[in-house]
């Protein structure tokens, strides 16, 4: 019997893979894979991603479900799920663009989790023209990227480079570049309520090069969504100064620190994707939020938007850059905001739903994001359900007596141990150094522990008649519990008062995940996995986050820590223009459930108070 071979094309290669016998049965993404040959199948070959489009240039292939043939029609190549077909005893020839080649598997970046593939075809692309493009250089770059081009500028006869960017769902022509920039970079924000995360990345080759976090400065102003919505509501000026405090005081600050502590030309950044929640997106891009404050809570806008950096008052680059000494790229890049699905279900979490990998779990699972508020997405087959309530920033380390984000000299983990001399009490402290604040994990851990060792009573309170130094009264904040010292013999102390903020924040999440469960008729029990989110990092301990009653009814296998996937999305949506298309198609797909029309959530909240 004749061996078939495959000839596989990519922009710059061919080569020709004979075809051992015995794989007519397999998906043809599953014999180029044995090849050495993957693509990106970052929804594992169950036909919803579109990550293994190929063209088919010659030969017949099989459809795996139907049984229908499907060959080139005279000059046309079709494109074709390599998942969904398999041989069907010819040669092939095959074209797999740039979109289709997988890039990177899933990897632990920074300090989130991406549990998908990616191709490399990164939203910014500096393209090259020959002097036969220039013929038709709308087919010419719809041919390179393979993908439709809006309408071109006029180019001159001379032109050998353009920038292009991707526009959902179509790529648009920038304009001439002087030469090809040697490493255009792209970056990737997480704006949440109390906390902002900025990286800085390759967009040849998805490395970080520079990040930041920090507070958001909007955090002066009002707390919670809620009350910067209200802010806007009662006095028209509060827009411009929220719009500031983010834009201004918080981004353009981390950026400017992050590109400096790494010694980057700023001139090299070529477009940046925010993702954050839809209140915070608003207040970005300086669209009044209002009407997402009462009901029918409706938003604005929840599309993928994009602006220019100057529409924002967005400035990083230095006043000669326009010198343009490297051939580069734009003093006003576009800054791309991911689309939301709901005044309450923003980016953050579509975002999140993709790089968790949720969107092409089959479930029944959750992603739980838990921030100032606590976003959940329950999905079973192909549907998907999602709400959010209020939980506070307690957990994110804000308005805490010792409270501070996860970094440098946060106490990340605390241990309680009951010994014949009373009660130990250990901590892990971040970058091994004396102690400066608490950071969410330990505040987890403190919960389940204390509540365990009989230190705090079911209501939260410190329980009277214990006979412990380490508890005494803490200015108007009730009684404290030194955990630590720090510099100075500074106590790190945990009040009741605090106590009382996280109950709040675990009983709002788990009340949000109880109800929405029942609402969808499943269990904790039932669940396959629970994708847990958030910029607790990826440090919780799974089994006191249970103990502490955040997971209600949960185990701990049944939980996966995918940390900050938020700021996850918005950096896979840089790389790859195909994780852009499917948050754009999850924020359409994932159906509203509205906690507070449900008389059930009430009772939810007040039993899950207690520890
Ligand atoms: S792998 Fe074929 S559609 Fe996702």
């Given amino acids: 019997m004749k061996q078939l071979t495959i000839t596989l094309s990519t922009s710059s290669t061919t080569q020709q893979i004979p075809l051992p016998n015995g794989l007519a049965r397999l998906p043809l993404s599953e014999i180029l894979r044995r090849s050495s040959f993957s693509l990106n199948t970052r929804c594992g070959g169950r036909g919803l991603c579109d990550g293994c489009l190929v063209h088919l240039q010659s030969g017949t292939l099989r459809h795996r479900t139907t049984g229908q043939l499907i060959s080139p029609i005279r000059s046309e190549s079709p494109l074709i799920r390599a998942c969904e077909h398999t041989l069907a005893d010819t040669d092939l020839a095959l074209l797999v663009p740039a979109r289709s080649l997988l890039a990177y598997e899933p990897q632990v970046v920074s300090n989130f989790k991406v549990n998908i593939s990616r191709s490399n075809n990164p939203i910014w692309q500096a393209l090259s023209l020959s002097p036969a493009d220039l ?52 970056v990737a924000i997480d704006i949440g309520t ?15 090069v520079a990040s930041a976090t920090g507070f958001n400065r909007q955090m002066h102003l009002g707390d919670d969504v809620l009350t910067r919505i209200n802010l806007c509501t009662t006095d ?39 993702a954050g929640n839809t209140t915070m997106l608003h207040l970005f891009a300086g669209v009044d939020p209002s009407p997402m404050g009462f009901s029918p809570f409706t938003a604005p806008f929840l599309e993928h938007r994009i602006l220019p950096s100057s529409k924002i008052h967005l400035k990083f680059s230095s006043p000669d850059a326009s010198t343009n000494t490297n051939g ?28 968790s ?19 959940i997405v329950f999905k079973q087959g192909k549907k998907m359900w999602g709400t959010a309530t209020a939980a506070g920033p307690a957990f994110e380390g804000s308005r805490m007596a010792c409270g501070m984000r996860a ?52 209501s939260g309170r410190f329980q009277s008649g214990i006979a412990d130094d380490r508890i005494a009264p803490c200015r108007d904040l009730g009684q404290g519990f030194t955990i630590a010292h720090g510099h100075g013999h500074e106590p790190i102390i945990i009040t009741e008062g605090d106590v009382a903020s996280l109950l709040q924040a ?13 609402k969808v008729h499943a269990a904790p029990e039932s669940i396959k996995t629970l994708y847990l989110a958030g910029g607790f990092g990826m440090h919780l301990n799974i089994a006191n986050t249970i103990r502490s009653g955040l997971l209600p009814g949960f185990r701990a296998n049944q939980v996966q820590l995918v940390g900050n996937t938020s700021l996850a999305g918005a950096y896979l949506s840089l790389l790859d223009a195909g994780v852009l298309d499917e948050i754009a198609r999850v924020a359409k797909e994932i159906e509203m459930v509205e906690l507070n029309l449900d008389p059930d959530f009430e009772d939810c909240y007040i039993d899950q108070l207690m520890l």
Avoid at 142 to 171: G, I, K, R
Avoid at 175 to 186: E, R, S, T, V
Avoid at 334 to 355: C, E, F, Q, R
């Fill in 236 to 274: 028209k000026q509060m827009l411009s100064r929220l719009q500031t405090a983010i834009v201004k005081d918080t981004i353009e600050r981390l950026l400017l620190k992050a590109l400096k502590e790494s010694s980057i030309a700023d001139d090299q950044i070529a477009c940046l994707n925010v």
């Fill in 135 to 186: 013929a038709d250089p709308a087919s010419a770059l719809s041919a390179h990227l393979d993908a439709p081009v809006a309408p071109l500028p006029n180019l001159a006869p001379n032109t050998t480079t353009v920038a292009a960017e991707y526009t959902c769902p179509t790529w648009s022509i920038l304009g001439p570049l002087d030469h090809a920039p040697a490493n255009p970079l792209g």
């Fill in 357 to 375: 990998g949720l969107v092409y779990d089959d479930g029944p699972s959750l992603f739980v994001d838990v921030g100032t508020n606590g976003e």
């Fill in 194 to 208: 109390t906390t902002v995360a900025v990286l800085v990345v390759e967009l040849a080759t998805g490395k970080i």
């Fill in 328 to 355: 580069i790229i734009s003093t006003d890049p576009a800054v791309h905001l991911l689309p939301s699905a709901a005044a309450y279900v923003g980016a953050d979490i579509t975002a999140g739903v993709v790089s």
């Fill in 407 to 458: 970094g440098q000299g946060a106490v990340s983990h605390i241990k309680m141990t009951r010994t014949d001399s009373g009660l130990k009490v250990d901590v892990e402290v971040i970058g091994n150094v004396k102690p400066t604040g608490i950071c969410g994990s330990a505040y987890v851990d403190f919960l389940a522990q204390a509540r365990e060792s009989g230190l705090l009573s079911p």
């Fill in 506 to 518: 675990k009983a709002a999440i788990a009340a949000g995940i109880l109800t929405l469960m029942r």
